[in-house]
């Protein structure tokens, strides 16, 4: 359960006062998630989302997470929306914390995707990038190539301790991440966290996209890696080059990737393993053991991360080229 700050009634009636949502009915801590503090609201008038931000949030960056979700609900995209205070502000201040109102969004997760979903998710990913366009804020990946080194400067010292071997191995693949990262791909808003747990579903159709609050300015195909990770891989760690097909297909079914773009996706692939290997072992190695959260194993993502260095092609993910749906 990602609750890190404790609210009190009081204090977040006090909260509610600000906005025009009727009265607190009930609210509870939601038991999924790692980044921030959320709580499900029921008031007169409805249900809500309350988010508290926490540790990896730049205060600065919530203008961008916010006004990208508006951009995006503008455009067509299912997507939470941030609620107005009265005073037309779209943030407060609760429990000591940087603190927004979003519209709730029907649907469940799923634990067990399979190709069909991954169409789909491929499909909203690429509808996302499209619709990303002409969003006027901008926001750099802290969580690209840049930032790893930074990150994994924290936690070398400590990462055998998740396995014996592992310093030796990321030191060399951070190497040669950084000398070979392209940086002449499409860019534009990429989600860069769109795993199962942030893809709603009613039934087969996809109902909705959460969690922003990773959402930035990066290469385009790059977002295309991280679904692939997240979403095309079984439980006992075997790519599923089904479900890869179906991504692909239902991505290039909206927007073709480039020549460039596939042939990078191996390289692009392991970076992204790389980047949740990085903040889950961080978060392994520092997250204090009584916090309520369910720690993420950065061990997947290391063999996630092998995988791909045996990738030579996109082939190998099941891609294939296809013309946009009519
Ligand atoms: N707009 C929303 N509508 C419905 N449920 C939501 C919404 N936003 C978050 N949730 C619930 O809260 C959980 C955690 O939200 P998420 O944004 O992924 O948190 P975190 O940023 O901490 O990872 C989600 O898995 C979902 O159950
Ligand atoms: N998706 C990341 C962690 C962030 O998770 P979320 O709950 O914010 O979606 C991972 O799996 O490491």
């Not at 600000?18 to 009915?25: K, M, N, P, Q, R």
């Given at each position: 359960m990602a609750v890190y700050t404790d609210i009190s009634e009081d204090d977040l009636k006090t909260f509610l006062s600000?906005?025009?949502?009727?009265?607190?009915?009930s609210y509870k801590g939601i038991a999924e998630g790692v980044e921030n503090s959320n709580f499900l609201l029921h008031t007169t008038t409805g249900a809500f989302i309350l988010t508290l931000y926490e540790k990896r949030v730049d205060p600065g960056d919530l203008p961008f997470f916010l006004g990208l979700m508006q951009h995006l609900a503008d455009r067509g995209l299912n997507c939470p929306l941030p609620l107005a205070r009265?005073?037309?502000?779209l943030l407060g201040t609760l429990s000591g914390r940087p603190a927004a109102m979003i519209t709730f969004l029907e649907g469940m997760w799923l634990r067990k995707p399979e190709a069909a979903h991954c169409r789909e998710v491929g499909r909203a990913l690429a509808e996302m990038h499209v619709a990303g366009e002409g969003f006027a804020l901008t926001r750099e990946n802290a969580l690209s190539v840049s930032g790893w080194r930074p990150l994994w400067d924290k936690a070398k010292d400590r990462a055998?301790?998740?396995?014996?071997?592992v310093a030796a191995e990321i030191a060399a693949e951070l190497d040669h991440l950084e000398a070979n990262w392209p940086s002449d791909l499409p860019a534009g808003v990429i989600h860069a966290d769109l795993f199962p747990d942030n893809v709603f579903f009613l039934g087969e159709n996809l109902s909705g996209v959460i969690d922003f609050y990773f959402a930035c300015n990066d290469l385009l195909a790059y977002d295309v890696s991280i679904c692939l990770n997240a979403w095309c891989f079984e439980k006992d760690g075997a790519f599923n080059m089904t479900k890869g097909m179906a991504l692909l297909a239902g991505y290039q079914s909206v927007r073709p990737l480039t020549a460039g773009e596939i042939a990078a996706l191996p390289l692009l692939a392991r970076g992204s393993a790389l980047r949740f290997f990085l903040t889950r072992l961080y978060d392994w190695l520092t997250t204090p053991a009584g916090a309520l959260v369910v720690k993420k194993d950065p061990l997947e993502y290391l063999r996630k991360l092998q995988f791909h260095r045996s990738v030579n092609t996109a082939l190998e993910y099941g891609l294939t080229i296809s013309e946009p749906d009519a």
């Open positions: 600000a906005y025009d949502v009727g009265e607190l009915t009265t005073d037309g502000a055998d301790e998740v396995q014996p071997g």
